[in-house]
């Protein structure tokens, strides 16, 4: 195992780029400690797979360099990193039977058969494949060939570390959330380092120790699922992690003040002049309707979401939601919202500015 270290990289699929916008990757420089769990996490299109790719080999980055521990690996080819990778569609031989499969890595590696039998086993049982361990591949559903290609993945305990491109893409959503808990048992036990990519935050934060936020090509924030939630370094983290997400007012921030559309907000710190284009970000969470504190709202629509209430509308003229809890009744006298001092975030040009104390 080794811990991933990512220098100056950066990655056009452009032959003569011209500016960041030719760029998949932006300049990142980056560090995934050895044994860690992370999710690698972003809308479509914003560079995961590139970044996958870059560190599994099987695409050269046009600037930087990849070590795994003190060893530069940049010009190695897949096959000399020794990492195990599972794809989102099944990579199987139809022609072997499932226990072959699962076995094949670990034969490639001249692995003694006692071990390898008793290793086949124990994933076998994990994934839940022991009754079709003798049945060949071919005419398996899809859902069943991921879940060999995961085992596959897995069957190795000498590997650097295990990439999953949206592995549970094809999976059924029950199956998903076992498989979900068996990879994270996995990780515990085995303390592989593991980098989960995925574009649903539910995979994400329920997988990951540590969750890698990508945004436009570049990495905006790595945090805790936790960290992630409540102090968004980027608005896109506060859009993207949460449902709904973050709401974002415009303001103007003087002090430990927030003035939006003339009305005034309390901040839990002070931000002295804050320039640039200045937003106030709170989480639907952490606003409470009431009959006169607060910003000015006007209820849009009501929601029934399961264990919450969703109330869309206007506060001081911007949109804004509000979660309560079920059953809480909607009134003609809640006219008001009142935002949590300590839980508002202060953005300029979308990245978040650190407060001092009041
Ligand atoms: N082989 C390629 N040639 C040219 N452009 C590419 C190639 N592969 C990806 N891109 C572009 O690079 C950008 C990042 O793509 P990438 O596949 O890394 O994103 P992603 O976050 O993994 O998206 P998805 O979740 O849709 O797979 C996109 O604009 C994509 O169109």
Request: charged content about 20%; aromatic content about 6%.
């Amino acid at each position: 195992m080794a811990q991933i270290t990512l220098k100056n990289l950066a990655h056009s699929y452009v032959a003569n780029p011209s500016g960041d916008k030719d760029y998949a990757l932006k300049e990142l420089n980056h560090v995934w400690q050895d044994g860690g769990a992370y999710a690698l996490l972003g809308a479509s299109g914003c560079g995961k797979t590139t970044l996958l790719n870059i560190i599994s080999g099987l695409l050269r980055p046009s600037h930087g360099q990849v070590l795994f521990g003190d060893r530069d690996v940049t010009q190695a080819e897949t096959s000399e990193r020794n990492i195990a990778q599972v794809f989102q569609f099944p990579v199987v031989y139809d022609t072997m039977t499932v226990r072959d499969n699962l076995a094949f890595p670990l034969r490639n590696r001249g692995m003694d058969a006692a071990y390898i039998k008793a290793r086949v086993g124990q994933i076998a049982a994990m994934i839940g494949v022991e009754a079709m361990l003798d049945r060949k591949a071919r005419g398996l559903t899809a859902d069943a060939k991921q879940k060999i290609s995961l085992g596959r993945g897995m069957v190795r305990e000498d590997v650097n570390a295990i990439l999953f491109d949206e592995p549970l893409t094809v999976i059924d959503p029950l199956m998903k959330w076992e498989l979900r808990t068996q990879l994270k048992q996995l990780h515990r036990e085995f303390r592989h380092t593991m980098i989960y990519v995925t574009h649903d935050q539910t995979e994400a934060l329920t997988f990951a120790d540590k969750v890698v936020v990508m945004h436009e090509g570049r990495v905006v924030q790595m945090g805790t699922p936790e960290e992630l939630f409540e102090t968004p370094e980027h608005t896109f983290v506060g859009y993207f992690i949460g449902s709904p997400g973050m709401n974002l007012l415009n303001a103007e921030v003087r002090g430990n003040k927030a003035i939006v559309n003339g009305a005034e907000v309390a901040l839990g710190a002070d931000y002295g002049a804050v320039s640039g284009r200045t937003q106030i970000g709170i989480r639907p969470d952490y606003a409470v309707l009431t009959a006169g504190d607060g910003l000015p709202f006007t209820v849009a629509r009501v929601e029934d979401v399961g264990r919450h209430r969703i109330v869309r509308g206007q506060a001081a003229g911007q949109p804004m939601n509000v979660i309560l809890p079920e059953g809480t009744p909607v009134s003609a006298e809640m006219t008001h919202v009142a935002l949590t001092p300590d839980r508002i975030n202060v953005y300029a040009d979308d990245w978040r500015v650190q407060g001092g104390t009041v």
